[in-house]
Structure formats: C-alpha cells, structure tokens
C-alpha cells in the first residue's frame, strides 16, 4: 500500500521507438549472423550477438525512481545508482514542477550533466520534471510522468 504522506514514481524506457531502434538493431545481427557466419570467428560471432543482447537487457532494467516524504527528495537511476541519492529539505532553496527540453537542456536522457548551467538532470521520457534548487545555487532536475500529482503533493507539504 502507497504511503499518501510521501510521494513516489517509478520510470521506465517505454518509448516505442526505441524499443523499434533496439529490435532493428538486433534483427540486423541476427541477419548477419545467418548470412556472414563463415566470414568471422566464433569470438566475433558471439560479441556481435552479445553485444546488442546487453544493451536490450540493459534498457529492460533501467529505472528512474523517485520518492519524496518530509525528510526530503530521493531519487536513484537504477542500475548505475543502486542506493538513492537524497536531497533533505534543509539543502533545498527551491523546488517546483516545471516543462524544461530534454535534448535542448541537457542533450538527451538518463543521468545527464545540463547545459549552459542548467545543472544535472535524472530522466526517462517526457519534458515534465521536478526543478530542485539547491542552497549552494546546484540545480537538479527530475523527470516525472506524475507532475499533476507531485504538484499537489508538494503544495500539501507546502514546498512550493
């Protein structure tokens, strides 16, 4: 049962066209692999296969995960972080639901170090997130598909 005193999403890559470009990639490979067979080894043969099994597998498994409750703002991008990485509420200035650029602010999705001083971001999909300025000026941005329900949530803890 969700605890209604704290509020948490979990992300996952569920774009279409990427789960499109990966399959691709991997129908390629496979295609290679029936007709080039006897033009590589069988440790070429394996790392070509491997290699985009992996990335597959990898992007199965990624998640963003986010929690906020009183003592402040948690987030972990899974599997690169496994503990959560925590913001308390004595560290933060400011913080609010905002529309920002993914590729415009910071050149794409996942952990991402912003650009032109917009700070480091943790995102999946989407172009809502969770605006966190921090006292020492550091800006972080999270993700959210929830932005609706994190906006309520943060005016019912009177964060905004």
Request: cysteine-free; glycine content about 6%.
């Amino acid at each position: 049962m969700e605890n209604k005193f704290e509020f948490t999403e979990k992300q996952r890559f569920t774009q279409w066209w990427l789960w499109l470009l990966l399959s691709a990639v991997m129908i390629y490979t496979i295609y290679n692999f029936i007709e080039d067979r006897q033009y590589f080894s069988t440790l070429e043969l394996v790392i070509s296969f491997l290699i985009p099994t992996l990335v597959i597998i990898l992007f199965f498994v990624i998640r963003l995960e986010t929690k906020i409750d009183a003592q402040g703002i948690y987030v972990r991008f899974f599997p690169f972080q496994i503990t959560f990485r925590h913001y308390p509420w004595r560290n933060i200035t400011k913080v609010y639901v905002r529309k920002y650029s993914p590729l415009g602010e910071y050149g794409g999705w996942g952990i991402r170090l912003g650009l032109f001083g917009t700070g480091k971001a943790y995102n999946i999909k989407g172009n809502q997130g969770l605006q966190i300025i921090l006292n020492d000026e550091k800006k972080i941005l999270i993700g959210t598909q929830k932005q609706n329900e994190l906006k309520l949530y943060l005016e019912n803890l009177k964060k905004v």
